[in-house]
């Protein structure tokens, strides 16, 4: 990838492959090449059509339509290649960039290159002590350096890093594995894909080449379009692979009846209809296969999939407990912080711990301390209450479903409040300080200037740290999943009590082997944060205008 | 500084390098194993002769060890067998622990291709792997190998679920795979707490036959009064456990051809108003708090449990304590035999090979070895040495009491071929949280109860 | 002038009422961790204490004859238990409340042990021991048995008293067992975890950090087709939960057969559109006439991207480095679903403290080792850049 990048810069300065060709022999070799590769691409669809080889199923289907798509491409850049039409060169580099892209990663995939990591967690180890004296060299070179001058020890940090870095490669076996690799190139698939990557690349620098550019008069704004859609490839290329792709392939799946072991039956709407069924009765009785999920004033709610109304409800009990309770304390804090007395660098520093130990972590620490007969919460609680003479509720907070939630908002809030202090803070920083001298010299108390200049002013960075707590509430599941693992299904809770909508997905596309049901959840759930996130942004703006 | 960012982005592009080097190093190793390398991702093309080209049979096996000395048995185990094994070699992989989804994981990866060819499997997992087809039907295996000792060597129980063959609905016939071990539950009992009670042993009640319902929560009730810190019994978050008063009172999970819910009969009501009234006392560590850490912080009278956690109160227990069977209800002691058994995946190249360590690993010799641990039971009974060597393995002092509710015709835990275990469990549990916590009454919960989980056994696949 | 002392008053009174409160809250936030290196630090028994302690603790001990002995407090005296003994209630069968108690190893059975004589108490038949009494030796029934500690002052090792050792409370001093870490590190190939995590921590990081620069460059400078659709693309994924994308992400990893392997925890995580959005935020920002000068003196992009651009970003770099290193450090979910869970040697951190957590229920001291290794490593690397971190940039995430 890396060397790819650096391509254009050489490509520009240096002669063009083919120094002595005319410019009509480079079209002439580049039309010969599409005219080729399209003969060939046909031939390999045809064959595996009639023939019937290749993969099978979804994935046999997807590489199916990327190489028609290439071959659409590949034939539509034939004619306007001829008529020196830009989009004629756009699609030629489209084709060979990408094919060389692609054949260069199945090389990659071939020669074991990528799961080739496993192997560099067993060296790594070695290259841990190097990897840590170039970061702290890192650090170090920082020292008293003010702006853009560099500090007195830059010089001899940098070369301590980079022997640091150098020995590191050396030592997790960098020689060793190059030979290999080398080595297991002389297989006659990796070879042939090789070949590929080199005739691949070979016309798609000619495409790419100054030479080609002036044949087809490129003006400048083509050429800055070109680059930047050189820039962003590496980037968009694997954002559609590893996110767009699969997040289609969910809404599809969405609409499948699928277990995981056979080939997905699509069945339209369904899933979400089975899903979002409800049925209210005045005292009488739920229609035939539906579930109470709620009841109140005489009024009680089924629903055919009463699972995931009660992790629906359980999240929003949570989330309107959880994110005020991490935004609103978090607010005053910053705003305490947020003077010029000694020490704060600290303070900031303490608040931000909780967020950066991981989740994981955490949890099972507070899963000790919660514990209702040799926990730490109930012990602290009945000491402060012996020191008013009174006793102290013991409440049961991983067993009492009445309790569960709250549990689980001391942890969430526990972990963000401190995150969110920083935003908040890093917020007020950036609000113009004569507004706040102006407001003072207008007899202002602090209060007001809070109210009226901090608050309104500071609303973009409410907005965003709202948006921000609410999407990890809403998609809260490892703190249930760790507190919870003794529940069946593990993360439940008593009575479902600590069932979160994310952890009612894992259960239908992990356990029951529903993914099609799974993926419907999934992006019912998405609507919600999406709802939610709308809300803020709306709000947000009001407060806005309003100002 | 402008620099030193360009390290930062030599780094980037070095450690990317590397990366895309590093492939070499498993090359080297994947070399000297030649049968591995082709067989990675194909897993649909199992059948056939598959591998066999004259060179060893490399084979993965799985359990789900709860701590660290397990793990290092089962891998003396995985040695032991190899060597026993011509032309086998053998890998094994301790399979995640209690709360790591551990069946979850399996069908994972049986769907991915990439599970292991024998695993250990919970008893009541059996039908669901098993209708599914995710594990093979050994039945042909067994007729044709030496060393398989016979249906008969092993405890009738799990034998009766693992023979079953779904399509005719009988016993006998199948063979889904063989148990590796057995337990029961047994109250671990706090001899220290019960004594300062001054409530009478329980060992000697039982020898005297006067271990009921009425002594137990007598006992219970004397350990609870010591201080405002302790209670007289505690139990874990989990279906037998209350399972276990449904069946000493005389009632059962299920009807009895396993077609139906029957949680709504007199006697389950009756242990479960029991188990009620010790929950509304409190005289137990509320259900759903883990009961191991009261237990072993020497807060809890007796702790109902099974072997497994017998590795546990030897080293964490820092106080006398023993083992005594479960108290007589009115219909018996109504004790589980919990069982989990080898299995073979049904994608493996290997069946006839599986088949062999499947029984290797349910040998005498390998049951006394792991028994030796303390966590398991044998699961043979074609061999009276086997049991008297369990007996040896102290503390607790009691291990009779284990082979005691074996032999008082305990009802053994099995999967449902007519329903789905997991779904049962999962529609129960709620249901028993809020007749233990109080919420609802044992009527009210016999009125709905059947009607939640009967749905539960038309979910066959 | 009295003004003047006034405000100077309380604004020390108000400057120490706000270190109380940063400093009660930053306490609150802080003790789970006190918590975790305490327990860490216990020995497995001193877990489950009742009450529990932030402090690890363990048994003091004396010599007494050359021996350690553990120390008990009784009567409020500091004792060495120097064994146990058992005491027997005695009384003679025709006064059954003249009690005596009697180490049970001082008597013997009335007429031996071949030939031992009973005496009928209550209805019953009761065996009769020789109790010595006051230098003669009386037959007596046994009424009861109980044991006993031996106590003795360390300093004075002959004069016992006898007491129960459930009532004597055990003398504790803080000891720590720091060999709780290298027992977990043993347990679960910790250590394995532990180097997997940084690998893939690092090349996520070395990874986003390059693509990011890459696209965040070209979607603030350079302008080529479709650049505003596929932005507001990228803002709107940010909103996606990716919980989404789970069973059609681990069905692509069957697909290319990196199921069980790093790679499916590196390469999927590397092309990040939060990290492209908060670099391209920040390149906006950086004045054009820097860049039109060197496009003057003939410089190409890619050398004023890496000359020009990456040097001024260094707070956004640093923010974006810091992110993603939390979150590949401490995801847990996809870990979780996409390694294999019988082959440890691919465990990351997470994953093995997960596990663990089951393992280990019943020891917890472990448990609590491992969770300190795995947070210990965030919190330094944090700390280090935190300068970069929380001072500079915390607001590019937010404009």
New interface residues.
């Given amino acids: 990838m890396t060397t790819l990048t650096e391509r254009p810069r050489g490509a520009r300065r240096l002669p063009g492959p083919r120094p002595a060709a005319s410019g009509p022999a480079r079209l002439r070799a580049l039309l010969a090449w599409h005219a080729l590769l399209a003969v060939a691409l046909a031939g390999l669809l045809i064959g595996a059509a009639v023939a019937g080889f290749g993969p099978r199923g979804t994935s046999g289907t997807v590489i199916g339509l990327l190489l028609v798509a290439l071959l659409a491409a590949d034939i539509a850049a034939l004619p306007l290649l001829a008529r020196r039409r830009h989009l004629g060169r756009v699609l030629s580099l489209a084709v060979s960039y990408l094919g060389f892209l692609a054949l260069a990663l199945l090389l990659l995939q071939e020669i074991g290159a990528f799961t080739g990591l496993d192997a560099l967690g067993a060296t790594f180890i070695r290259g841990v002590p190097f990897l840590i004296v170039a970061l702290l060299a890192f650090v170090a070179g920082g020292i008293g350096e003010r702006g853009d001058l560099p500090g007195p020890l830059a010089r001899p940090a940098r070369i301590v890093a980079l022997v640091a870095l150098a020995g590191m490669l050396i030592a997790v076996g960098l020689l060793p594995a190059l030979l290999t690799l080398v080595q297991r190139l002389a297989d006659p698939v990796a070879l042939g894909l090789l070949a590929g990557v080199a005739v691949f690349g070979f016309f798609a620098r000619m495409a790419w080449s100054e030479r080609t550019a002036d044949d087809f008069a490129t003006t400048s704004t083509q050429r800055e379009g070109l680059d930047g859609l050189l820039y962003v490839s590496p980037n968009v290329l694997g954002f559609l692979l590893f996110f767009v792709g699969p997040l289609l392939f969910s809404l599809y799946a969405s609409l499948t009846d699928w277990d995981l072991f056979s080939t997905p039956v699509f069945i339209g709407l369904d899933n979400y209809i089975q899903i979002l069924s409800l049925d209210v009765a005045a005292g009488g009785e739920l229609r035939e296969g539906f579930r109470e999920v709620l009841s109140a004033g005489g009024l009680t709610v089924g629903a055919r999939d009463p699972l995931f109304w009660i992790s629906m409800r359980n999240i929003a009990v949570f989330a309107v407990l959880a994110i005020p309770l991490a935004v609103l304390p978090a607010l005053l804090i910053a705003s305490a912080l947020n003077t010029k007395v000694p020490g704060m660098r600290i303070f900031r520093a303490i608040y931000f711990v909780p967020t950066v130990a991981g989740v994981v972590g955490v949890t099972l620490i507070w899963k000790q301390l919660f514990n209702a007969t040799v926990g730490y919460v109930n012990y602290g609680m009945s000491v402060v209450a012996g020191w008013f003479g009174a006793t102290a509720p013991q409440p049961q907070w991983l067993s009492d479903a009445d309790i569960v939630l709250f549990s689980l908002v001391i942890v969430f809030v526990w972990q963000y409040i401190g995150y969110n202090t920083i935003l908040f803070l890093a917020g007020m920083q950036g609000l113009p300080a004569d507004l706040y001298e102006a407001a003072h010299l207008d007899g202002a108390s602090g209060w007001q200037r809070f109210r009226y200049i901090t608050i309104p002013q500071l609303a973009p960075t409410t907005f965003f740290v709202v948006a921000t707590t609410g999407i990890f509430a809403l998609q809260l599941f490892t703190e249930s999943v760790i507190l919870f693992s003794n529940f069946t299904p593990p993360g439940s809770g008593p009575n479902n009590a600590a069932l979160t909508p994310v952890g009612y997905l894992y259960q239908e596309g992990f356990q029951r082997f529903s993914p099609g049901y799974a993926s419907a959840v999934a992006w019912l759930l998405f609507f919600v944060i999406f709802a939610f996130t709308f809300v803020q942004f709306q709000r947000q703006r009001a407060a806005a205008e309003g100002v | 500084m402008r620099d030193r960012l360009r390290w930062v982005a030599l780094l980037c592009v070095a450690l990317l390098a590397l990366t895309a080097c590093a492939g070499g190093e498993q090359a080297a190793d994947e070399a000297s194993e030649p049968a591995a390398g082709g067989s990675e991702e194909g897993t649909a093309a199992a059948g056939g002769e598959g591998g066999g080209e004259g060179g060893e049979v490399s084979l993965r096996w799985r359990t789900r060890p709860d701590n660290q000395a397990e793990i290092d048995v089962y891998s003396e185990v995985s040695t032991t067998v190899d060597e026993a094994l011509d032309n086998v070699t053998l890998e094994y992989e301790p399979g995640g622990s209690e709360t790591s989804q551990y069946q979850d994981v399996l069908r994972t990866e049986l769907a991915s291709g990439t599970a292991p060819d024998v695993f250990w499997l919970p008893g009541t997992d059996i039908a669901d792997f098993a209708t599914r087809g995710l594990i093979v039907d050994l039945r042909e295996q067994a007729e044709a190998s030496d060393s398989y000792a016979g249906d008969e060597a092993y405890y009738p129980g799990p034998m009766e679920f693992l023979t079953y063959n779904p399509e005719s609905g009988e016993s006998g016939e199948s063979l889904w795979g063989l148990p590796r071990d057995v337990s029961t539950f047994a109250l671990y009992l706090n001899l220290d707490l019960i004594e300062q009670a001054g409530a009478p042993d329980p060992r000697e009640l039982a020898a005297n036959g006067e271990w009921n319902w009425d002594t137990f929560r007598q006992v219970a009730e004397a350990v609870n009064g010591v201080s405002d810190q302790t209670r007289g019994f505690a139990v874990n978050n989990w279906w037998a456990n209350w399972g276990l008063f449904v069946n000493a009172a005389g009632g059962s999970l299920f009807n009895a051809d396993r077609t139906a819910c029957a949680l709504d009969s007199e006697e389950a009501q009756e242990g479960l108003s029991f188990l009620q009234g010790l929950y509304e006392d409190g005289l137990v560590v509320p259900y759903g708090e883990d009961g191991e850490p009261p237990w072993l912080a020497g807060q809890v009278g007796m702790f109902l449990n099974g072997r497994w956690a017998t590795p546990g109160a030897r080293s964490g227990a820092d106080f006398q304590w023993d083992v005594v069977t479960p108290p007589e209800g009115p219909g018996g002691i109504g004790n589980w035999l919990f069982w989990g058994a080898y299995v073979v995946n049904a994608n493996t190249e290997h069946p006839e090979e599986a088949f062999e360590l499947v029984t290797q690993l349910t040998s005498p010799e390998v049951q006394t070895q792991i028994a030796e641990l303390g966590t398991n039971i044998p699961s043979r009974v074609d061999d009276p040495a086997i049991q008297e060597q369990f007996l040896t393995y102290t503390p607790p002092e009691n291990n009779q009491a284990y082979l005691d509710s074996l032999e008082a015709d305990p009802v053994s835990e099995g999967p449902l071929w007519e329903g789905n275990w997991t779904e049962y469990d999962a529609a129960a549990a709620p249901l028993i949280q809020q007749v233990l916590a109080g919420e609802q009454s044992v009527e009210d919960f016999a009125a709905e109860v059947c009607g939640v989980l009967d749905p539960t056994f038309q979910a066959t696949r | 002038m009295a003004i003047v002392t006034g405000t100077r008053r309380t604004g020390i009174l108000s400057?120490i009422g706000?270190?109380l409160?940063?400093g009660g809250?930053?306490l609150l936030?802080?003790f789970?961790?006190l918590?975790?290196v305490g327990?860490s630090l216990k020995a497995?028994?001193d877990v489950?204490?009742?009450?529990?302690q932030v402090l690890p603790r363990e048994p003091r001990t004396a010599d007494v004859g050359g021996e350690p002995r553990p120390l008990f407090t009784v009567d409020g005296r500091e004792l060495a238990l120097l064994g146990e003994e058992e005491i027997g209630r005695f009384a003679p069968p025709d006064d059954l409340d003249a009690i005596v108690e009697v180490p049970t190893g001082d008597v013997e059975p009335t007429g031996g042990y071949t030939d031992q004589q009973t005496a009928v108490v209550d209805g019953e038949e009761q065996d009769l021991f020789d109790v010595p009494v006051d230098g003669g030796v009386v037959p007596m029934v046994e009424r009861e048995v109980f044991e006993v500690g031996r106590f003795a002052a360390p300093d004075d090792p002959e004069t016992e008293v006898l007491a129960p050792v459930?009532q004597a409370v055990a003398v504790e001093r803080i000891g720590a067992r720091p060999g709780n870490y290298r027992e977990v590190l043993?347990?679960?190939t910790l250590?394995?975890s532990l180097?997997?995590t940084?690998?893939v921590t690092?090349?996520v990081v070395?990874?986003t950090?390059?693509?990011?620069v890459?696209?965040g460059?070209?979607?603030a400078r350079?302008?080529?087709?479709g650049?505003t659709a596929?932005f507001l693309?990228?803002i709107g994924?940010n909103?996606?939960?990716?919980?989404?994308?789970?069973?059609?992400?681990?069905?692509?990893?069957?697909?290319?057969?990196?199921?069980?392997?790093?790679?499916a925890l590196?390469?999927?995580?590397?092309?990040n559109?939060y990290g492209?959005f908060l670099m391209r935020q920040f390149f906006v920002s950086i004045p054009k006439e820097l860049e039109e000068a060197a496009f003057v003196d003939g410089a190409?992009?890619?050398?004023i991207l890496?000359?020009i651009f990456?040097?001024l970003s260094?707070p956004a770099?640093a923010t974006l480095a810091t992110f993603m290193f939390?979150y590949a450090?401490?995801s847990?979910?996809w870990p979780f679903?996409v390694i294999?869970?019988?082959?440890?040697?691919?465990h990351v951190l997470?994953l093995s403290?997960?596990?663990?957590?089951?393992?280990?229920?019943?020891?917890?001291n472990l448990?609590?080792a491992g969770?300190a290794i795995?947070?210990v490593v965030?919190?330094v690397v944090?700390?280090?850049?935190?300068?970069y971190f929380?001072e500079n940039?915390?607001?590019s995430?937010?404009?």
């Fill in positions: 400057r706000l270190y409160v940063l809250f930053a936030l802080l789970p961790f918590y975790l327990g497995r028994e489950f204490s009742y009450p529990p459930e043993e347990l679960q250590d394995r180097t997997n940084l690998l690092t090349l070395a990874g950090v390059f693509t990011s890459l696209g460059y070209a979607f350079i302008r080529f087709p650049r596929a693309v990228y994924s909103m996606v939960p990716f919980v989404i994308i789970l069973v059609p992400l681990y069905q692509l990893m069957v697909a290319v057969g990196w199921v069980d392997s790093l790679a590196v390469f999927p995580f590397v092309f559109a492209t190409s992009r890619w050398t890496w000359r990456v040097p260094r770099i939390l450090w401490n847990f979910v679903i294999n869970a019988g082959n440890t040697e691919n997470t403290l997960q596990v663990l957590g089951g393992r280990a229920a019943d020891s917890p448990v609590f969770v795995a947070v965030p919190v944090f700390v280090l850049l935190q300068r929380v940039v915390a607001t995430g937010i404009k």
